[in-house]
């Protein structure tokens, strides 16, 4: 019997492993990995730690996912969480996101709700202005599906309008991230006013 229990924990721990080496882990598409992660915290930690890695939970938001630890010891190790470079646009739709939802978070909302067409509204201020809304709302439906795919929000059930912004996004989205990002949007105004085109450039 005992043997038994302890073949079932290795399962569970290695699910638990895998699971984090492959992305972000959310309790509520996960439960039974989640509840292995919290269980098995220290020893999680201590098998990535060897690797380079860092696991943060974050308990009360229900996510957590490895971050490559960055000591100047580790420069000559190889990455095993690449770092993804975001073009401009989807850098700016991530900071709409994130600005939204610390506005509906000093509103009171738990849920962090918003429609497509006020994310279009809003990424519009951005972009330069053009003849052919349709054609650009179809780009803006573009990046939406990749911040769907990296996990920051999500499709509200029964609605084709509407996305849930999920907090993970406050994570990525720090302070000195928008700051950075600032400061790009303000070269890539110049860039619009000088008579570029409003192409998809790298943050």
Known sequence: MGMIEMDKINIDLSNAYISLLKGIVIKENKEKIWDTILNYRNQIEDYFRHLGLKLRIYEEEGYCYLQQDEDEELKDLFRLVPKVQLSLHLSLLLATLRKYMYESTANGDEKIVISKEEIFLRMKSYLKETSNEVKQEKEIESYLKKIEEMKFIRKLKNSDDKYEVLRLISSFVDAQWLDDLNKHL??????????GTDGDRKS
């Open 186 to 195: 303000i070269e890539y105004k110049d860039f619009i006013k000088n008579g």
